[in-house]
């Protein structure tokens, strides 16, 4: 990909992620990114366009991101953490429209949104599970299958805004707790030792 792009995709994503998606016209993002019209059509056909490779952006940068700590050889309750960290600090400075207008506005990207990480998300979660049982870290009865698509549901619930509204709960305290309700459900004796001292530690 060619810098100029790339430095656009990057900056138009910064100003979705604190604007809202909705909120921002083709001019807009023109005019904020101090670039003509011309350049951005010249590399985007529409704001469909613009937004759909934002996501697949976001998407890659997921990934990426992601397989890096899996493959820093953490044990699995580390490599949790750590994943939780960076989940949390991506959401951070979301808009809190951002999925309501991928959804409503943007199907196409929201579908790429949903399906990449959904897919992405079940392998992470599908070979964390089998690290940690080969560790000793998570129960050995454990079914790998029916615990990530039980975790599909719980992060499902926590991003709907239905059951956590964002005016009532802070989203970075509910994926914490959920880090934690998650790992307790799974942890062996040994695990569940490990996590009380690692809490102890990490957030006090």
Not at 16 to 28: A, L, N, P, Q
Not at 80 to 102: C, M, R, W, Y
Request: some cysteine.
């Amino acid at each position: 990909m060619e810098p100029k792009k790339k430095d656009i995709l990057e900056q138009a994503l910064k100003l979705f992620m604190r604007f809202g998606i909705k909120s921002m016209t083709m001019d807009d993002v023109a005019t904020q990114l101090r670039i003509s019209k011309k350049t951005l059509y010249e590399h985007f056909s529409d704001k469909n366009d613009l937004v759909e490779q934002v996501v697949m952006g976001v998407c890659k940068h997921h990934r990426i991101t992601i397989e890096a700590i899996c493959e820093r050889g953490l044990n699995a309750i580390d490599e949790n953490h750590e994943i939780t960290k960076f989940i949390v600090a991506q959401i951070g400075g979301v808009h809190p429209s951002v999925q309501f207008d991928l959804q409503k506005y943007h199907p196409k990207a929201w579908n790429i949104l949903d399906e990449t990480e959904r897919t992405d998300i079940y392998r992470c979660v599908s070979t964390n599970l089998k690290k940690g049982l080969k560790e000793g870290l998570y129960r050995d009865d454990l079914d790998v299958e029916v615990i990530t698509r039980l975790y599909f549901a719980r992060m499902d619930a926590t991003w709907d805004g239905q059951v956590f509204p964002q005016d009532q709960f802070n989203i970075s305290e509910v994926l914490w707790k959920h880090f934690e309700y998650h790992i307790r459900g799974i942890a062996s004796k040994k695990g569940l030792d490990y996590l009380e001292k690692k809490v102890k530690k990490e957030r006090p």
